[in-house]
């Protein structure tokens, strides 16, 4: 009888011993082989699940993508305020960060090789970030047109979001610094920096 493969597992497995050889050697310090050697297979046989190693980390990327969505759709119930749904997308992703550190120290390691290459990331990142500033800023005009949040420039609010994520990743990666609970109070600050005080006016429609 003949041996049985899962190759769901095996594909998995692939995956993540490849993160862990970007993140100790970075992108270009790992070769097809050297991914192939770590998971005890041969080439021919890793050939069969990817065709290089972009695909491979391509792959990685998509799967941790696909994960996150499930995840978001999953908090944003509609039947709750904007300003609970945005503070709990928030507080999400932040969570993921601190999970996929190792991941964001990948990503961000490919993204600067690529530039010192003279490849444009700009649309790669665009692409990657674009669904997510339009969940913000659909949650930041609800909340606008609510009377929950102050009446201001939807975008900058979008960016200045944004930019707390921003500088989690640089200080996971980078500084290596990064404290969950004091990044999460500065998201909190943010927020309510975005709130309607008592007194001021609802947006109404023109």
């Known amino acids: 009888m003949g041996i049985v493969i899962d190759h769901e597992a095996r594909r998995n497995a692939i995956i993540s011993k490849s993160i862990q050889l970007f993140a100790?050697?970075?992108?270009?310090?790992?070769?097809?082989?050297?991914?192939?050697?770590?998971?005890?297979?041969?080439?021919?046989?890793?050939?069969?699940?990817?065709?290089?190693?972009?695909?491979?980390?391509?792959?990685?990327?998509?799967?941790?993508?696909?994960?996150?969505n499930q995840k978001f759709r999953q908090i944003l119930n509609p039947a709750d305020t904007a300003f609970t749904r945005l503070d709990r997308l928030m507080h999400a992703v932040?969570?993921?960060?601190?999970?996929?550190?190792?991941?964001?120290?990948?990503?961000?390691?490919?993204?600067?090789?690529?530039?010192?290459?003279?490849?444009?990331?700009?649309?790669?990142?665009?692409?990657?970030?674009v669904t997510f500033k339009l969940i913000l800023h659909r949650l930041i005009l609800e909340g606008i047109r609510n009377g929950e949040f102050k009446r201001m420039d939807t975008?900058?609010?979008?960016?200045?979001?944004?930019?707390?994520?921003?500088?989690?990743?640089?200080r996971l990666t980078v500084s290596q610094n990064a404290d969950f609970d004091d990044l999460a109070e500065h998201i909190r600050q943010v927020l309510r920096l975005l709130q309607r005080r008592d007194g001021e006016g609802r947006f109404t429609s023109s």
Do not use: P
């Open 24 to 68: 100790e050697h970075g992108y270009d310090g790992v070769t097809y082989q050297k991914i192939a050697d770590s998971c005890g297979i041969a080439r021919t046989t890793l050939y069969k699940y990817f065709r290089n190693k972009r695909l491979i980390f391509n792959y990685a990327i998509g799967e941790a993508s696909r994960i996150s």
């Open 94 to 129: 932040l969570t993921l960060l601190f999970e996929r550190n190792v991941m964001m120290t990948v990503i961000l390691d490919y993204l600067l090789a690529a530039q010192r290459s003279g490849t444009n990331v700009e649309r790669n990142i665009r692409r990657h970030t």
């Open 155 to 170: 975008r900058f609010a979008v960016e200045l979001l944004y930019a707390q994520l921003e500088a989690t990743i640089l």
